[in-house]
């Protein structure tokens, strides 16, 4: 047998945070070794932080990064580690792994496959690294293979895919494994989405089969640049078989997994395959022979376990409680905020961001005990000697209900009730004076009083504009980090007043829609993630349909009245948004899905929509930065371009309505 330890550490690194990535890099540097492990796959890009945008283009931050490898490479003294920065060669950048060991740098190899998609923008500052080509790197008198490389340690041959790599159709193990690679690392960035860790399971283990190969995957954790979550979840497989997962949504800056790896049985299964061929025309300098061997150690046999709510029932409520918790804490450590403000109105969207917030203290305080939870978070006042989340919320979170005389005291209750019951800083203030005030003024402007006839929406956005200045003025005054509450639904339609229930730095739940936050709450009041616990509190919330309450009372205003049911909505968006179906193909779709709906109706939701979503791309545009969660971001800035000025959709609805009356008189024929 041929045993070697590796390890898979995940980081939580800062774009251009050049001594706290260096930290946390020898932080798991020193955890590896101290396991005994000899070979260490750190995350993609770990030395600069992946979501350096532009940055990378800086000739100034590249040559920081080199420095700075310099300085790391040291630490390989007794193993090998591939540490992942930007490097220019005759002026073009290329993402790239840096091996180094026993404190040499022995090669660098470029990233093939560039992510573009989605939330990526990878080819805007790199190029791809052509197959089979190499070339020499030289920085000043040093002289570093570069490109389609694999090392030899003493016999065992060690090659890569960086992140995008595996996740292609023509992966570059495939070549990597007719050269007869037996180890294969994966430094990546691969963002959280919903379910997405079960994908990547999937690749690392058919890797690992189909290569004949161990598979080290490595990825970075929790917020690094302030849109994208990363959930970790490092893994080790060998034949096919996972050895080992490291636990996801951490709130250490690193986690380090290791597994014994048999390398003799890997070459076992590859000389027992009929479909193996070995590639005996690669060429010879290929091979970057390392003079270091791999230390041999014993067999160890450890138990795969996952942390239970990852077998849960409720895995996506599981996840996007999480991810969102650990994308606070970051986010408000990282920004230097004090704490957090939220105006809450006792309706849901605003009732989710408050419970977040709380159960972010929570997730904080089971990962990293109260010691090292105030000491991450030192910079803050009031955090010396608290014992518990209610302390820690009295101080980090400041909710202030903001009240006119359209607002009711089943919503106040409902905001007071949550605030209190989480151990926040609770406050009501009254705003409709102000907005009384301004209400004069328009009429002083227009020569008339203001009514509800004529001047409805203007009545309605000068209440929740008038909300914005206070809730401004708390927020700097605890020189706080204010979040605003607009979900992915309202988004869509422009369902939320510019400068008023808009206002903040930060929008936790931008990327999810009305429908899965409203299950959400009623998990979250009834169940709650394994390991915390529900909130009971949240029944005062869910009781009630959802209303911006800007309407005088006997109105009955309602979200839904407003616009349409949230589920037809949300299937309207993924259809016409993210799989780009026009009018009468949506129509087609909602037709089979919603059959309790009349013709009609299906086209004056369709209609509603596809004429919101066009008027209301400007909103978009000014939102405040909200999280990744899945593929159906609105954000413009990293997902979903949309022109602020366009035709409307009006042709295309107006095929839908033709369809519409052609259907509509065959449908309504009597029986015979």
């Known amino acids: 047998m041929l045993n070697i330890k590796v390890a898979a550490a995940v ?105 573009g998609d989605g939330i990526h923008y990878e080819p805007r500052w790199f190029k791809p690294w052509p197959t089979g080509k190499r070339a020499i790197y030289e920085e000043g008198e040093m002289k570093v293979p570069l490109g389609d490389l694999v090392f030899n340690f003493d016999g065992v041959m060690m090659g890569l895919e960086i992140c995008e790599d595996a996740w292609v159709a023509s992966r570059p193990g495939g070549r990597l494994a007719e050269l007869g690679v037996d180890l294969i690392l994966n430094p990546s960035a691969s963002h959280f989405a919903f379910e997405k860790q079960e994908v990547r399971r999937r690749f690392v283990l058919e890797g690992s089969r189909a290569f004949h190969s161990a598979y080290v995957y490595a990825n970075l954790l929790g917020n690094e640049s302030g849109r994208a979550i990363y959930d970790g979840g490092a893994m080790v497989a060998s034949s096919g078989r996972l050895l080992a997962e490291a636990p996801r949504f951490s709130f250490q800056d690193s986690v380090v997994t290791t597994a014994v790896v048999d390398i003799d049985v890997n070459r076992m299964n590859r000389a027992k395959s009929d479909a193996f061929v070995l590639n005996f025309d690669a060429a010879r300098d290929q091979v970057v022979e390392a003079e270091f061997a791999l230390p041999h150690c014993e067999p160890e046999v450890q138990p795969l376990s996952l942390d239970a709510w990852e077998g849960s029932d409720y895995l996506k409520e599981e996840e996007f409680t999480r991810a969102v918790t650990l994308g606070l804490f970051d986010y408000l450590r990282k920004s230097r905020s004090q704490g957090f403000v939220v105006s809450l109105s006792g309706g849901a969207d605003s009732a989710a961001v408050t419970t977040l917030c709380a159960y972010m203290v929570q997730f904080a305080l089971k990962d990293l005990g109260v010691e090292r939870f105030v000491k991450k978070l030192s910079y803050i006042n009031g955090l010396e000697g608290v014992l518990d989340a209610s302390e820690i919320n009295q101080t980090l979170l400041t909710c202030v209900y903001q009240a006119t005389r359209n607002s009711g005291e089943v919503t106040f209750n409902a905001a007071k009730e949550v605030a209190e019951t989480v151990g926040a800083n609770f406050h009501r203030i009254d705003v409709d004076d102000l907005v009384q005030r301004y209400m004069e003024l328009g009429a002083e402007v227009l020569g008339r009083p203001l009514t509800w006839e ?190 602020i000025l366009s035709g409307g959709f009006r042709v295309e609805l107006q095929i839908m309505w033709d369809h519409i009356n052609e259907l509509e008189p065959e449908e309504s024929e009597p029986e015979s």
Request: net charge negative; aromatic share 8%; proline share 5%.
């Open 11 to 115: 980081l939580n690194q800062t774009p251009l945070d050049w001594e706290g990535n260096a930290k946390n890099i020898l932080q798991a540097l020193e955890t590896a070794k101290a396991d005994g492990a000899s070979v260490v796959c750190l995350p993609e890009l770990c030395i600069t932080g992946y979501g350096c945008e532009d940055a990378f283009l800086s000739a100034g931050m590249r040559r920081m990064a080199w420095d700075k490898l310099q300085e790391l490479v040291p630490a390989t003294e007794g193993l090998v580690a591939c540490f992942g920065l930007p490097i220019s060669y005759r002026g073009l950048v290329f993402n790239v792994a840096a091996i180094a060991a026993n404190g040499r740098l022995l090669g660098m190899v470029p990233k093939k496959n560039l992510a």
């Open 454 to 643: 004529q001047d409805d929406i203007a009545l309605q956005n000068i209440q929740a504009r008038t909300r914005s200045p206070s809730i401004w003025l708390v927020a700097n005054l605890k020189n706080a980090l204010l979040l605003s509450t607009s979900n992915r639904s309202e988004a869509a339609v422009g369902y939320a007043t510019m400068d008023g229930d808009t206002s903040g730095g930060l929008c936790p739940i931008s990327g999810i829609d009305k429908a899965f936050l409203r299950e959400w709450l009623l998990w979250m009041e009834q169940e709650g993630p394994a390991g915390v616990g529900c909130l009971p509190a949240l029944e005062l919330i869910n009781q009630q349909q959802p209303t911006a309450e800007l309407r005088p009372a006997d109105q009955k205003q309602t979200d839904e009245a407003d616009l349409m049911p949230y589920t037809v909505l949300d299937t309207i968006e993924r259809l016409a948004i993210r799989d780009k179906q026009t009018a009468i193909e949506v129509f087609t779709q909602l037709r089979q899905r919603y059959p309790v709906y009349t013709l009609r109706e299906l086209g004056g939701f369709i209609q509603r929509f596809f004429q919101l979503w066009s008027r209301n791309q400007w909103k978009r545009e000014r939102y405040a930065p909200g999280f990744h969660l899945d593929d159906e971001n609105l954000d413009p800035k990293t997902w979903c371009r949309f022109p």
